[in-house]
Antibody
Framework: QVLLQESGPGLVKPSETLSLTCSVS????????WSWIRQTPGKGLEWIGH???????TYHPSLKTRVFISLDKAKNEVSLKLQSVGAADTATYFC???????????????????WGQGTLVTVSS | QSVLTQPPSVSETPGQRVTISCSGA????????VSWYQHLPGAAPKLIIF???ERPSGVPDRFSGSKSGTSASLTISGLQSEDEADYYC???????????FGAGTKLTVL
């Protein structure tokens, strides 16, 4: 059974970089895709981006100038870095395994399972 | 503002059936399958439907999904108090070149 656990600072100052780690147990990250998703207070879920085991990344257009997702295969971890954070980046951040099916290089089916429990990050001075 | 539109809340009594809608566009629901997630506050979201109408192992057959055109639905029959949670739909969006979610629907079992 694959389990995911997010970790990182719960408080980040405005303009600084948010850094989170997702530790994966029960399976290798050297298969499929891995994703970060966030939930802002009182609002719904927002996909941040994902990374394939070969290192290929895809990011949300509104975040792509600030976000970086990477893999540490030795530690079986997935990392998220979000630069120049502001109050709008205050959220609960989840990592999840992403299953992505494609036809002619176009995604036609995608789902997240399992998810981590999430970690709350507050941006405040 | 979410790309996919869900009702903010639905409610029904135990034993009854409830349907949660998810409305999108040709660039998302109209051209990709839909997944659904159950989320209890403080817990990890749980996949309950993938590929529009498939259930992962362990999810009761009381949960079912469907799609027509640019809209999808999650139906829960034989409602139980433990089904009270937030439910989210999700799919791939060609315009975004990424994944999108609905804003979520809070299910209350009266």
């Amino acid at each position: 059974q694959v389990l995911l656990q997010e970790s990182g600072p719960g408080l980040v100052k405005p303009s600084e970089t948010l850094s989170l780690t997702c530790s994966v147990s029960g399976g290798s990250i050297s298969v499929t895709y891995w994703s970060w998703i966030r939930q802002t207070p009182g609002k719904g879920l927002e996909w941040i981006g994902h990374i394939y085991y070969d290192g290929t990344t895809t990011y949300h257009p509104s975040l792509k100038t600030r976000v970086f997702i990477s893999l540490d295969k030795a530690k079986n971890e997935v990392s998220l870095k979000l630069q120049s954070v502001g109050a709008a980046d205050t959220a609960t951040y989840f990592c999840a395994r992403l299953i992505l099916r494609q036809q002619s290089h176009r995604p036609t089916s995608a789902w997240f399972a399992p998810w981590g429990q999430g970690t709350l990050v507050t941006v405040s001075s | 503002q979410s790309v996919l539109t869900q009702p903010p809340s639905v409610s029904e009594t135990p034993g009854q059936r409830v349907t949660i809608s998810c409305s999108g566009a040709n660039s998302n629901i109209g051209s990709s399958t839909v997944s659904w997630y159950q989320h209890l506050p403080g817990a990890a979201p749980k996949l309950i439907i993938f590929s529009t109408n498939e259930r992962p192992s362990g999810v009761p057959d009381r949960f079912s999904g469907s799609k027509s055109g640019t809209s999808a639905s999650l139906t829960i029959s034989g409602l139980q108090s433990e089904d009270e949670a937030d439910y989210y739909c999700s799919t791939w969006d060609d315009s975004l070149n990424g994944l999108v979610f609905g804003a979520g629907t809070k299910l209350t079992v009266l």
